[in-house]
């Protein structure tokens, strides 16, 4: 387990980690301050008095960079120097065998060769072991667990701060009668800051900012994550299935309290018990989840933060659904797979869960940039649906709703890996060979740079076949491996090829990764339904099936003789002037295709 998280850690997850921490430290002022500005316009509980409270709370931005900047020292010397000790205070899906657990090996090692058999697979496995775990603490193969940790403890000190800024404007104002002094306040929420962390690891100690750090780095602990981190400890085989859960499921949970019908009663989690707590009992049981004491004052300011999510939710769907109804935002495309595949090859990429640039016209990846993936996601999804040519709105409604929650909400956890391992227990071969080049990439020491270095120089999509061998090509050595590009039927080009310096770029950047401008005629093209032709898989005179080279000539053949482009680009000026597929689709109506085909 070790082995293989220091092997994907060691890549894009340090820049993925500070831009996660950074949107939703950057989040948690906005939404106080969105909440509170609300009530303070609509008399509703609230007053001004909170929206002064939020500004003093969060208005500490100088010192938070500096106190930032000492913990992410401490911690980063402190987990280099103490490897397994320092993990323990760290995040909990990178924890992994402790140091008396090896302790205990050794001891049994030296039991088992005391027995005095030639060959003991005990001894052999126990070798394994302790070979191990001096290998994964190694500085340099710790590097991006340790970076992790390191960051982590950047960003609790931005939590630290409001959550010291906060008690202190309170105890100000309980002994003041309202009275606000300044230097006072900035002395005691510095000495309540000090009191927060361990001088030394730099590892929070106050209930309160050990919540608010595992909020903003997705490992709040969980109630389902826990019996399934107890099904792979019994079941180690299906770790890789179920590699980091516990963030999966935080996201989903943080990503749902953005949802504009959260205040509503949808909400789930601590979201829902702090909002609908009416009683001094029900506020105070709220606020202990979150780490904090009771008092009116800290209970309304985190409902005002949970109000502002809602409210910044709201402002993401109006602004996502205006802009995907003029085809600048996709979801995650159709409900069928082999559709989804034919419309990649039109477009000459993956485009799916992409939004459009309204200035240079390129189009980004928004995928991981909770909360707010899921909700462009939802949108994309519906507007989809709703402007879709070949489909009316209400034709297989029930599989068009429940595949816009698969890909877009639980997507995000857990729940999606039981789809593969469902697959690999029905004895599918593909599947098994899936799971082992998986598993080999991970295993396979430095899996995240080597990821970076093959997106970098070879980031086009490759023809690859269902076997084994193949499918270990091309994930584990794609810079050196012989297999053929996916081409472009209409333009010969590689599909997904960027140039190395913006494939490099996009290798190591979290989301928004840039995937070109898409032409109009291909745009023109998807909204008008036409999913691609169909992909040729058998030599018609030999009826053998076709090669990964049988398919690149034909394709680079068809690109260069079939003129495929220009003749949509012909039939695209001859809709625009006749309005044929408006037409279509006005005559249409709500009738399925069965009923008035395309």
Avoid: C
Avoid at 206 to 225: C, G, I, M, R, W
Avoid at 259 to 266: A, M
Avoid at 461 to 475: F, H, P, T, W, Y
Avoid at 516 to 545: D, F, I, V
């Amino acid at each position: 387990k070790a082995a293989m998280y220091n092997s994907v850690l060691l890549g894009s997850s340090l820049p993925k980690s500070v831009a996660g921490n950074a949107i939703l430290t950057v989040a948690k002022p906005m939404s106080a301050l969105l909440g509170a500005g609300r009530g303070a316009i609509l008399r509703n509980g609230a007053d001004a008095a909170d929206f002064r409270r939020s500004l003093a709370v969060y208005s500490g931005v100088k010192e938070n960079f500096y106190r930032g900047l000492d913990l992410m020292r401490r911690r980063w010397k402190h987990i280099n120097d103490n490897p397994l000790l320092a993990q323990k205070g760290g995040r909990a899906d990178l924890r992994t065998a402790r140091s008396e657990d090896l302790d205990k090996i050794n001891d049994f090692k030296d039991a088992w060769l005391a027995e005095g058999k030639p060959v003991d697979g005990r001894v052999a496995a126990a070798n394994t072991a302790l070979v191990l775990g001096w290998y994964n603490n190694n500085k340099i193969v710790r590097s991006g667990v340790n970076a992790l940790h390191a960051i982590d403890g950047f960003f609790s000190a931005f939590q630290g701060t409001g959550i010291a800024r906060a008690r202190a404007y309170d105890e100000i104002f309980q002994y003041s009668n309202g009275a606000f002094n300044k230097e006072y306040f900035d002395k005691r929420s510095a000495e309540l800051f000090d009191s927060y962390f361990d001088p030394v690891t730099g590892l929070p100690t106050d209930e309160a900012v050990k919540n608010a750090t595992a909020e903003v780095s997705l490992n709040q602990p969980n109630f389902l994550v826990n019996r399934l981190e107890g099904f792979l400890d019994a079941v180690p085989a299906a770790q890789p299935t179920f590699m980091f859960a516990r963030t999966g499921m935080n996201a989903f949970d943080i990503s749902w309290s953005f949802l504009p019908t959260s205040e509503l009663g949808v909400g789930i989690g601590k979201a829902r018990k702090l909002l609908r707590a009416s009683t001094q009992a029900e506020k105070a049981a709220a606020l202990g989840e979150h780490g904090l004491e009771y008092s009116e004052a800290m209970w309304r300011a985190k409902k005002n933060e949970y109000i502002g999510r809602t409210i910044a939710g709201q402002g993401i769907v109006m602004a996502g659904t205006l802009w995907a109804l003029e085809g600048n935002l996709y979801g995650p495309g159709p409900t069928d797979a082999g559709e989804r595949q034919r419309m990649m090859r039109v477009m000459g990429g993956n485009y799916f869960n992409h939004i459009k640039n309204p200035f240079t016209g390129e189009w980004h990846d928004y995928r991981g940039m909770e909360p707010f993936s899921m909700l462009l996601g939802l949108v994309g999804s519906a507007a989809y649906e709703a402007t879709r040519t070949d489909q009316s709105v209400m034709e297989d409604i029930y599989r068009k709703t429940a595949h816009a929650i698969t890909m877009n909400v639980t997507n995000q956890t857990f729940f999606k890996q039981f789809e593969p391992l469902a697959a690999l227990l029905g004895k599918d071969p593909t599947a098994w060979s899936r799971f082992a080049a998986n598993t080999a990439n991970m295993v396979i020491p430095l899996s995240g740079l080597r990821t970076i270095v093959n997106n970098t120089f070879v980031p086009q999509l490759k023809d690859v076949e269902r076997d084994l061998g193949s499918m270990i090509a091309n994930k584990v050595f794609k810079i050196t491996n012989t297999l053929e590009d996916e081409i472009d039927i209409y333009t010969g080009e590689p599909i997904n090829y960027a140039n190395p310096i913006n494939a490099g770029i996009n290798a190591v950047l979290p989301f928004l990764k840039s995937n070109g401008g898409m032409e109009p005629w291909r745009e023109w093209l998807l909204a008008s339904g036409w999913n691609n032709l169909n992909k040729y898989r058998m030599n018609k005179y030999t009826k053998a099936p076709l090669t990964a080279s049988d398919r690149f000539f034909i394709n680079n053949w068809v690109a260069k003789y079939g003129g495929l482009k220009g003749q949509v680009e012909r039939i695209m000026k001859m809709d625009e002037k006749g309005k044929f597929t408006q037409k279509y689709v006005n005559a249409r109506g709500d009738m399925s295709q069965k009923e008035y085909p395309i």
